[in-house]
Nanobody
Framework: QVQLVASGGGLVQAGGSLRLSCAAS????????MGWYRQAPGKRRELVAT???????NYADSVKGRFTISRDNANNTVYLQMNSLKPGDTAVYHC??????????WGQGTQVTVSS
């Protein structure tokens, strides 16, 4: 059973930065897509960013130009560098890994709070 552990959340003022990390335990299968999603209170979970094994990235329009997703394949880790944070970015951020055996796994979530 793969386990994902997310970290790096916290409280930051508007305009500040945070870097989230999510690491997966070892698996015999490869990770196709790594992604970050977020869910604010009373709202649906939404895509933030994804990155494929080949390095192709995709971002929500709301974070383009401010957030950068990257991955370390050797260590089964994905990062989300978040700059110019806004109060609207406040949410619980979840990582999700899609493996080449068709299985998806989610991390436990990390809270990001941006104060105005």
């Amino acid at each position: 059973q793969v386990q994902l552990v997310a970290s790096g959340g916290g409280l930051v003022q508007a305009g500040g930065s945070l870097r989230l990390s999510c690491a997966a335990s070892a698996s015999i299968f490869s990770i196709n897509v790594m992604g970050w999603y977020r869910q604010a209170p009373g709202k649906r979970r939404e895509l933030v960013a994804t990155i494929t094994s080949g390095g192709t990235t995709n971002y929500a329009d709301s974070v383009k130009g401010r957030f950068t997703i990257s991955r370390d394949n050797a260590n089964n880790t994905v990062y989300l560098q978040m700059n110019s944070l806004k109060p609207g970015d406040t949410a619980v951020y979840h990582c999700e890994f899609s493996y080449n055996n068709g299985r998806d796994y989610w991390g436990q979530g990390t809270q990001v709070t941006v104060s105005s």
